[in-house]
């Protein structure tokens, strides 16, 4: 064949083709030789009932058997006698005779197990292969494969939802951190507001204290006039009283009227000290037939009372008389004094209309009087508003003040809280879960307190405050402790156990021990990247 020729044979789709016919050819001969040698024919792994695959080698049936502990050497033939030789109970993996010994159950299919050598014949199918009642009447079957199948899809479950839940939690990372620094960054400016409250606050309170003692200074006089006023009003008063129980002594018939003939029984008005009240001596004093009480008290009044006073040795005429008969005589002095008897005697002799007589509270009706708010000159109104200003002034800026270092108190307990490796917990602050059962409505609030209030109504119960993280790992469990004492019994505490979830939400609540409260927390802040290729280990 020439070069030409040849050289049109070799082309790529024809040496693929030859490959392809090579690698059959290989895989033929491949399955032959399996076919002649099968897996049966290699060699065996043989250890003991109760045995696993990692201690297969440390039972050998061609050498002597060694406990575990060193302590002695065994003929092999001594294994699973059903006799407990060595003092670790390692010889006997496969039956009950050591109290301490473990029985390894292969659960083909499923997870291995370890159970104590006293579960091993006892009539109870603990492994799901069966082969912990090999010598028993318990009839076990085998439900590995059955409980394996469901134990992967609820792996796949779990491991779907801590994946779920991890991304969630990474979440919470970033949103705590990011909050913890924005807390930090208004922590700084709230202590520079601070610096600036308080000296305003300051300022405020220097022109409030200027302010007011203008204002005092300029009220001291209207309030030493009010104080006179006072007075005057209650003395005005004492003198109305005075006047009144005089008229009353005056009206001897009780009628509400005063005649002439009830002063010309009285000595007290005998101007010239004849021994009589003449006509026109009452006339003096009464320039009317009859008087009532405003007239009496009014006209009548001022004329009698330094007669009256001078009667009780309360008032001392001058001692040249004057010229007219309107003042007291020259010997007004000498002239015997109305001692009241008279009086006291007419009224025990009329106590019923004594009684009776309507009297006008006078002094009550003095306090009834309502003062109206005084009328301030231009300056001095001008001053109370500056006063009244620079207080309300003053009161914002303490108000201020007292809002800025709240707000850093907040800032600053929240700042030294443990909310985890990563701040994942951060989030969490501030907000409240709520779980009902039959009875009662539990309100768990993360980071603050624990309460409990009847579904009935009445008063709630604080559970706990929140004390620290107790879990291990230690963020897995919070503690709220120094709750409100049980009667006759300790205070009341709450443990909040949490688990990884999608959502945050309170679960479950229950009451183990008296006084110790027990909640469940499901959060994607306690869940972790897990294993999620459905192939959890097991024995086969």
């Known amino acids: 064949m020439s070069m030409k020729a040849m050289a049109g044979c070799w082309r790529p789709a024809k040496f693929l083709e030859n490959m392809m016919h090579l690698l059959v050819i290989q895989c033929l001969f491949l399955i032959l030789v399996v076919q002649l040698y099968p ?3 290699a060699p065996e792994i043989t250890r003991p009932r109760g045995v696993s695959i990692s201690k297969a080698s440390m039972y050998d049936p061609e050498k002597d058997f060694k406990c575990f502990d060193g302590s002695r050497t065994l003929p092999f033939s001594l294994v699973n006698d059903d006799y407990c030789d060595c003092p670790d109970a390692s010889d006997e993996p496969g039956t009950s005779a050591c109290p301490s010994g473990i029985f390894h159950c292969t659960n083909a299919g499923h997870f291995p197990l ?9 009539g109870i199918c603990d492994c799901c292969d069966g082969t912990d009642e090999y010598a028993s009447s318990a009839g076990c079957e ?15 479950r779990r491991a779907e939802l801590s994946k779920q839940g991890n991304e969630l939690r990474l979440q919470l990372i970033r949103q705590g951190k990011q909050q913890k620094a924005d807390k930090k960054i208004r922590l700084e400016q709230l202590q520079r507001d601070r610096e600036e409250a308080a000296r305003i606050k300051q300022e405020k309170e220097s022109l409030k204290s200027t302010a007011e003692e203008l204002e005092k200074a300029a009220l001291e006089k209207y309030r ?16 109305e009283q005075e006047a009144f129980e005089q008229f009353q002594r005056l009206d001897s018939d009780h009628d509400g009227f005063i005649r002439i003939s ?26 009317h037939d009859e008087l009532d009480w405003s007239t009496f008290y009014a006209e009548a009044w001022p004329k009698m009372k330094p007669y009256l006073m001078m009667e009780k040795g309360l008032f001392t005429p001058p001692s040249t008389p004057p010229p007219s008969i309107d003042a007291p005589g020259e010997n007004a002095e000498e002239f015997p004094a109305d001692n009241g008897e008279e009086d006291e005697e007419e009224e025990e002799e009329n106590p019923e209309n004594s009684e009776a007589t309507d009297v006008p509270d006078v002094e009550g009706e003095a306090t009834e009087v309502t003062e109206e708010p ?16 620079a207080r309300t002034e003053y ?32 989030t969490l602050q501030g907000q409240c879960f709520e779980f009902t059962d039959r009875e009662y409505t539990y309100r768990m609030c993360p980071f603050d307190q624990v309460t409990q209030t009847p579904k009935n109504g009445g008063a709630g119960t604080r559970l706990g405050s929140w004390g620290r993280w107790t879990g291990n790992p230690k963020y897995s469990t919070m503690l709220f402790e120094n709750g409100q004492g049980c009667w006759n019994g300790p205070q009341r505490t709450a443990t909040v156990n949490l688990v990884c979830g999608l959502e945050n939400q309170l679960t479950s609540a229950s009451e183990p021990n008296r006084c110790e409260y027990l909640f ?21």
């Open 395 to 426: 009161d914002e800026a303490d108000r201020s003040l007292r809002d800025v270092d709240r707000e850093i108190r907040d800032i600053e307990d929240g700042l030294g809280k443990d909310f985890g490796e990563e701040e994942e917990f951060v």
């Open 142 to 156: 085998n439900t590995c494969l059955e409980q394996g199948r469901s134990a992967r899809a609820a792996a796949l």
């Open 114 to 122: 370890n159970i104590p050598s006293s579960r091993v014949n006892d």
């Open 39 to 41: 897996a049966s024919s």
């Open 262 to 287: 009830d002063l010309q029984t009285r000595q007290t008005f005998d101007k010239d000290k004849n021994g009589e009240v003449s006509e026109e001596e009452a006339l003096y004093f009464i320039e």
């Open 374 to 389: 005084p009328q301030y000159d231009e300056n001095t109104q001008n001053l109370i508003e500056e006063a009244r200003k």
């Open 224 to 239: 030493q006039a009010a104080e006179e006023e006072r007075a005057k009003q209650s003395s005005s008063a004492q003198e």
């Open 520 to 540: 469940e927390f499901s959060t994607p802040a306690v869940c972790t990247a897990e294993s999620s290729d459905g192939n959890p280990h097991d024995e086969l």
